[in-house]
Nanobody, 115 residues
Framework: QVQLVESGGGLVQPGGSLRLSCAASGVVFSIYTMAWYRQVPGKQRELVATVTASGATNYADSVKGRFAVSRDNAKNTVYLQMNSLKPEDTAVYYC?????????WGQGTQVTVSS
């Protein structure tokens, strides 16, 4: 059974930082492309960052220079370091695991940026 469990969300002031984690089980983690998405109520889920099995990363323009995605294959975990947070970063953040036609989602973690 595949499970992706996100953690690390919470309330942070503008300009602050958070680090999200996503722990995977039930998959051969090292061969999957891992990604972080976010969603605001009433809007489509938005791709934030990806990290491939080889470690290549890609980011949405809105988070470039502020967010960093990384993975630890020994711990079956992907991370999203979020710095210089803005109110518009407020969303539910989801991690995903992708391998060809296979696609799995975590349950999401709320990030709220507010003073």
């Amino acid at each position: 059974q595949v499970q992706l469990v996100e953690s690390g969300g919470g309330l942070v002031q503008p300009g602050g930082s958070l680090r999200l984690s996503c722990a995977a089980s039930g998959v051969v983690f090292s061969i999957y492309t891992m990604a972080w998405y976010r969603q605001v109520p009433g809007k489509q889920r938005e791709l934030v960052a990806t990290v491939t099995a080889s470690g290549a990363t890609n980011y949405a323009d809105s988070v470039k220079g502020r967010f960093a995605v990384s993975r630890d294959n020994a711990k079956n975990t992907v991370y999203l370091q979020m710095n210089s947070l803005k109110p518009e970063d407020t969303a539910v953040y989801y991690c995903s695991a992708d391998l060809g036609p296979l696609h799995y989602w975590g349950q999401g973690t709320q990030v709220t940026v507010s003073s």
